[in-house]
């Protein structure tokens, strides 16, 4: 079974702080992905990576960056968090144009 | 813009009946399809897929249709079980990486 796991799954952090978001996916999959879950509005995707050190942006990259450094590992950065970037975050890796597998999720509060 | 929709963000269904979930996708470009289902607190989960040279695709009680000619899909679970209480998103990809989510649809399975 695919697993894929988020560094956690609670976070609150406060505005202006840098906050990191890692995602560790175990069955070498060239592609992983960042959405955020927002009720309404479904899973919008923020980055995506299909290979090492390679990103592309999604549709709300505003806000966000990513490093991929090693095949199993995506990180999402908010650099300066900011209140509206409260919500959930979802990791998911795939293979190819594959079924997108997810991890559990962050729930991340910004006061 | 939103290419996938789903118009229905809730649906209350007796055990033992059948839930149909509809979505709707405005890009021709689209030729995978599948649904997730999502518990509160954990991250999607698989559960169904098709691809756009079939028009139908059937996993136990789960069955999806595909309707290219209006651009829609729907999910049919028969019968429904309280286990089957969950959100549910459409999501579609044109043969890249990325995959476009709806809103999705919370289903309610009442006892």
């Known amino acids: 079974d695919v697993k894929v796991t988020q560094s956690s799954r609670y976070l609150v952090k406060r505005t202006g702080e840098k906050v990191f978001l890692e995602c560790v996916q175990d069955?070498?999959?060239?592609?992983m992905f960042w959405y955020r879950q927002d009720p309404g509005l479904g899973l919008r995707l923020i980055y995506f990576?299909?290979?090492?050190?390679?990103?592309e942006k999604g549709d709300i990259p505003e806000g966000y960056s990513v490093s991929r450094e090693k095949k199993e590992r995506f990180s999402l950065i908010l650099e300066s968090a900011s209140t509206n970037q409260t919500s959930m975050y979802l990791c998911?890796?795939?293979?190819?144009?594959?079924?997108?597998?997810f991890g559990p999720g962050t729930r991340l509060t910004v006061l | 813009d939103q290419q996938v929709k789903q118009n229905s963000p809730s649906l209350s269904v007796q055990e033992g009946r059948i839930s149909i979930l509809n979505c709707d996708y405005t890009?021709?470009?689209?030729?995978?399809f599948l649904w997730y289902k999502k518990y509160p607190a954990e991250g999607p989960t698989f559960l169904i897929s098709?691809?756009?040279?079939?028009d139908k695709n059937e996993d136990g009680r789960f069955t999806v249709f595909l309707n290219k000619s209006a651009k829609h899909l729907s999910l049919h679970i028969v019968p429904s079980q309280p286990g089957d209480s969950a959100v549910y998103f459409c999501?579609?990809?044109?043969?890249?990486?990325?995959?476009?989510f709806g809103a999705g649809t919370t289903v309610t399975v009442r006892a």
């Open positions: 999501a579609a990809s044109a043969s890249d990486y990325k995959l476009s």
């Open positions: 990576s299909y290979d090492v050190k390679m990103k």
């Open positions: 069955m070498d999959h060239e592609n």
């Open positions: 098709i691809s756009s040279i079939k």
């Open positions: 998911a890796s795939s293979s190819g144009v594959d079924t997108q597998y």
């Open positions: 890009n021709s470009m689209f030729d995978y």
